[in-house]
């Protein structure tokens, strides 16, 4: 029994008696109906309508949206009717006891009749039907029908909105809950404007009633103040019609407040903020309106026949907000920036803190030691500057935008040097000479200034480190000078050249394919992933980059794997086959000085490369099984006739058969990384090509 008592009282407990005590609120309104009330009662429970009505104007003022507020129809609902049986009850006094005079039914409607009517009951019953059709006809019947649109639109959106949600949700835009949330206020809207649409009848409803009781109370004061009471019918009239109309006055007073808010509750529509800012705020928003509406103000003050003052008066309000309004805007607008730098600041150096930050590695990273770090500190707008120039220039070429340089200093760096690292890993570190200069001489003359002979970092070519006195005699014997931020410069430009494929990542691959064409979208849809996955696409691309071709032409390039994809699975065969159908780009990339210069392989080196590849039954190359004596051997002659054409100051690439290319670029790169080796299939028609020779 004490277990059933406990379970029994929770509920009361944990609401605090509220619900009891809301519900012992609705009988008592529902016993006025019926239960004599006296006129003290009656005063307090219309000053409680009012002050309800009055609070309910003011909810509707102050919320962020109509959601915050959605139970204003039943809130709506008790208001009506309180009203309703308060008007009873004052007809009960005003039947009962109105020959005793003005203040029969209380003192509140008695008062409302001095005030409004002035001591003339035509007076109020004028005012009581313009406030009838003000509240019956306008806003009752525009809330009525903004309700309505809004109850069908909302209905008719559901569909559309859940699918956004669900679309949110599955692209993990949103969470679960997130998502539960938004379904849940989209219910919320959708019940809260079908309520309001019809709650807005009842404040109709009440305003017709208000019309029939104020007859009632007329015609059967009249009767029963003329039959039961021996007032003349003057007399009767006049007093049962002031009672009546102030009866009458006192009712409609809150239900046009209480009809004012619900228009402005349904009227905000999508606006989120409080009226204030929903109103004021958007007409405030344009200072050339409040200019012109002024210079109109100040126009009808000068006509003859109108007063000046007003309209004065109004024009300088109107031109004064227009002079602080977009101080005030500006002012805002800088304290927002301001706050929003302040908190972007904050989370940049929170994240720099946070342990997951430090997982994060970037992909281009230049890091300079504590010396150069102290010395290049005024030049770090012009690196910035400069390696934006670099980024953009590699995106025309290459046809991808590398990563960001990210540009940091290290203690335990070698003195003077910077290191540049690729995914955390350095792959280049060199000594900067900061107060030097770098001549270029490779095996030409010297300068004849004092200097010392280096090897300049991008290239390994020759050169002279003179002092920066130097500079201008060095100049004057025609020689061309290096500064050493473009040392720097130059050598991250070749350090990216050379690690481009490992910078096109995953998600550079996607973004390229998103700026395609919608016919190029559909090409990939049909190769993707029947034929080719995008893992494996992104490994034809970077097989194209590691030799430095470009993928500008991505739609070409797509063209040709569609074409191989059926017929070929590795990466490798595909990357060769795409490589005959940009001929016309590789070999144009390739021109130096109008003509393509070409070293040959040799028939010797030819037919000891296709002894050297094996293959199966259907005649496929499977291994590439070569002597390391004859590797050794080529190396050496194929090294010395290239440094031969090179210290000649050609511009040429290495051409072989398409089958054995692949396998002479695998031995070349190791000794000239930057050298192109191009099969005969892909020199293409209409080039120039001049031969330097052969390897043999």
Same mark, same amino acid.
């Given at each position: ?8 009282? +929770? ?33 307090? =429970? ?96 525009? +809330? ?76 059967? =004061? ?25 009866? =009458? ?17 349904? $009227? ?78 904050? $989370? ?83 000594? @900067? ?38 500079? +201008? ?15 720097? @410069? ?163 690439? @290495? ?17 000239? +990384? ?23």
């Amino acid at each position: 029994m004490a277990i059933s008592t406990v379970a029994a009282s +929770a509920p009361i407990s944990r609401s605090g008696g509220k619900d009891v005590g809301f519900a012992i609120g609705i009988v008592l309104i529902l016993c006025i109906f019926f239960v004599p009330v006296p006129a003290v009662c009656i005063d307090l =429970g219309l000053a409680l309508s009012i002050a309800f009505s009055v609070l309910i104007l003011m909810v509707a003022l102050w919320i962020q949206k109509p959601l915050e507020f959605s139970a204003f129809p039943t809130v709506l609902l008790v208001a009506t009717i309180l009203r309703l049986a308060l008007n009873i009850s004052t007809t009960r006094l005003i039947l009962s006891h109105g020959a005793q005079g003005t203040t029969a039914a209380g003192y509140i409607i008695g008062g409302f009749a001095n005030l409004v009517m002035g001591g003339d009951f035509v007076i109020g019953i004028i005012v009581f039907l313009i406030l009838v059709t003000i509240n019956f006809l306008v806003i009752t019947k525009g +809330a009525t029908r903004i309700a309505e649109v809004g109850a069908r639109f909302t209905l008719d959106a559901i569909p559309g909105k859940q699918m956004a949600i669900d679309a949110d949700l599955n692209a993990g835009l949103i969470d679960e809950k997130i998502a539960q949330a938004r379904r849940r206020e989209l219910e919320e809207e959708s019940s809260f404007f079908g309520s309001m649409d019809g709650a807005s009848k009842f404040v109709r409803g009440d305003a017709i009633a208000g019309l029939i009781i104020l007859a009632v109370n007329i015609f059967g =004061g009249v009767v029963i103040g003329v039959t039961r009471h021996g007032l003349t019918l003057a007399s009767a009239a006049d007093i049962f019609t002031k009672l009546s109309v102030g009866d =009458g006055l006192v009712s409609q007073i809150p239900a046009l407040i209480i009809s004012l808010a619900a228009g402005m509750l349904v $009227a905000k529509g999508g606006t989120r903020g409080s009226a204030e800012k929903a109103v004021l705020g958007q007409l405030s928003n344009y200072p050339s309106a409040l200019f012109l509406a002024a210079l109109l103000m100040f126009i009808l003050g000068a006509i003859p026949g109108l007063p000046f003052l007003p309209f004065a008066l109004l024009g300088g309000l109107m031109a004064f907000a227009g002079v602080t309004i977009p101080q005030r805007i500006a002012r805002e607008k800088a304290a927002a920036a301001a706050a929003q730098a302040a908190s972007d600041e904050k $989370a940049r150096a929170e994240a720099k803190l946070s342990i997951k930050e430090q997982l994060r590695t970037p992909e281009i990273e230049l890091c300079l030691s504590k010396e150069l770090t102290t010395k290049l500190l005024p030049s770090y707008q012009e690196i910035g500057s400069r390696v934006a120039k670099m980024r953009r220039k590699f995106a025309r070429q290459y046809g991808f935008v590398v990563p960001e340089i990210k540009l940091t200093d290290d203690i335990k760096a070698p003195p003077k040097s910077y290191q540049f690292r690729i995914h955390g890993t350095v792959v280049a570190t060199q000594e @900067l000479r900061l107060n030097e200069y770098l001549v270029i001489v490779g095996d030409g003359k010297r300068p004849s200034v004092p200097g010392e002979e280096v090897r300049e970092p991008a290239f390994g070519m020759k050169a002279i480190a003179i002092a920066e006195p130097f500079v +201008a005699h060095a100049k004057r014997e025609g020689f061309k000078t290096v500064d050493p931020l473009s040392v720097m @410069l130059t050598h991250l430009s070749e350090v990216i050249r050379n690690n481009l494929a490992q910078l096109l990542s995953y998600k550079d691959m996607r973004s390229l394919l998103d700026r395609l064409d919608p016919e190029y979208k559909r090409l990939i849809d049909e190769i993707i992933p029947s034929q080719i996955s995008y893992s494996g696409l992104q490994a034809v691309l970077k097989l194209l980059l590691a030799e430095r071709i470009s993928i500008r032409n991505l739609n070409l390039i797509l063209e040709a794997i569609a074409e191989i994809a059926p017929h070929a699975r590795r990466p490798e065969q595909i990357a060769e086959h795409v490589r005959m159908r940009i001929a016309q780009q590789i070999c144009g990339d390739l021109l130096d000085h109008g003509a393509l210069k070409v070293l040959r392989l040799g028939n010797r080196w030819d037919l000891v490369f296709h002894q050297s590849l094996k293959r199966d039954a259907k005649g496929d190359v499977i291994e590439f099984d070569i002597d390391p004596r004859l590797m050794e051997q080529f190396g050496a002659e194929a090294s010395a006739a290239i440094r031969a054409r090179m210290d000649q100051g050609h511009h040429f690439a @290495l051409v072989a058969t398409a089958e054995t290319r692949p396998y002479v670029r695998m031995i070349i790169e190791r000794m000239f +990384a930057t050298l192109p080796v191009l099969s005969q299939l892909e020199i293409a028609r209409g080039f120039d090509v001049r031969s330097l020779g052969a390897i043999s």
